[in-house]
């Protein structure tokens, strides 16, 4: 077989028609442009996404949420554009494909409902942005830091650096917890018992002090130390304290907690456990009888 031969029949294998869509030929031939094109649209989309995050974004100084949605809307723009630009390439009529779509609508829908909630929410957060890139989220009792937003998917980083796969619906109908959202600064509580044997005006220098010592508290707004109530045995009080970084918000809180203590014991103040007073009563006297019981016959 000489080079011409193999030539012929490399190219009627090529052309060697898979089926029909409407009234096009799908050829292999055609199926092998389709996915030249495809990748060369997905490798600009690379270069253009690169461009975008070192160049461009950089300069404006955007932040890490609205570059990535910038660049994630780009990616998607170019790939359905590419799409449209490889069924015209090889010659698929795209009203066919709607033809098909819409008889397959029906099944897609019933099978796919999932997907498309799922799909429908990642356009939602990519969009109105409840939740960027960076931001610190807590979802059920899951905490940590938002990685990726994919179309159907958010990726979260746990605080133990493992990765967290969330369905984009689960953003759209559960409660979500976005400590990064508008502003960064957040106030937390930190509640604490004392005595009530305590000296009250002690204890709320003390509290006062542990809140004006520590580096993290914001002097504006300033903080504030309330008494809250009686409990069963301590004086519940509570520092209402500002802070400006959201994602060391644990931290902050064991430090106060650690000063607390620490403030406590130098200036003899009680942090009660919880008591339970026990009343003992003796021992109802039981009734004697005075009749004396009859013996047998020895």
């Not at 609205?66 to 090889?90: E, K, P, S």
């Not at 902050?252 to 919880?274: G, N, T, V």
């Amino acid at each position: 077989m000489n080079v011409g031969e193999i030539l012929r029949l490399f190219y009627r294998i090529l052309e060697f028609q898979l089926f029909q869509l409407k009234d096009t030929p799908v050829t292999i031939a055609s199926l092998i442009m389709l996915i030249i094109v495809i990748v060369i649209f997905i490798l600009i989309s690379k270069m253009t996404r690169n461009i975008f995050l070192n160049q461009i974004f950089t300069r404006l100084r955007l932040d890490e949420g609205t570059a990535f949605t910038l660049t994630r809307v780009t990616h998607y723009l170019i790939m359905l554009m590419g799409c449209i630009v490889a069924f015209q390439f090889v010659g698929i009529d795209l009203s066919g494909l709607m033809v098909i779509f819409g008889a397959l609508s029906v099944g897609i829908g019933f099978g796919l409902q999932n997907l498309t909630l799922n799909f429908i929410s990642g356009l939602i957060l990519l969009v109105e942005r409840p939740i960027r890139v960076g931001d610190r989220v807590t979802v059920g009792e899951i905490e940590g830091d938002v990685i990726e937003i994919n179309i159907r998917s958010t990726i979260i980083r746990s605080l133990n650096n493992i990765s967290i796969i969330v369905p984009n619906s689960e953003f759209m109908s559960a409660q979500v917890i976005n400590w990064s959202h508008g502003e960064l600064k957040i106030r937390i509580d930190i509640d604490v018992g004392v005595s009530y044997s305590s000296d009250l005006d002690a204890v709320l220098q003390c509290l006062n002090e542990v809140a004006q010592e520590s580096k993290d508290v914001l002097k504006k707004p300033p903080h504030e130390v309330l008494h809250m109530g009686f409990g069963d045995s301590a004086w519940d009080m509570r520092i209402r304290a500002w802070i400006s970084n959201p994602k060391r918000h644990n931290y902050i809180r064991s430090d106060l907690h650690c000063a607390i203590i620490k403030k406590f014991r130098y200036h003899d103040i009680e942090i009660p456990f919880p008591q339970r007073d026990l009343n003992l009563r003796s021992p109802l006297p039981l009734p004697v009888s005075s009749a004396v019981p009859e013996t047998g016959n020895q």
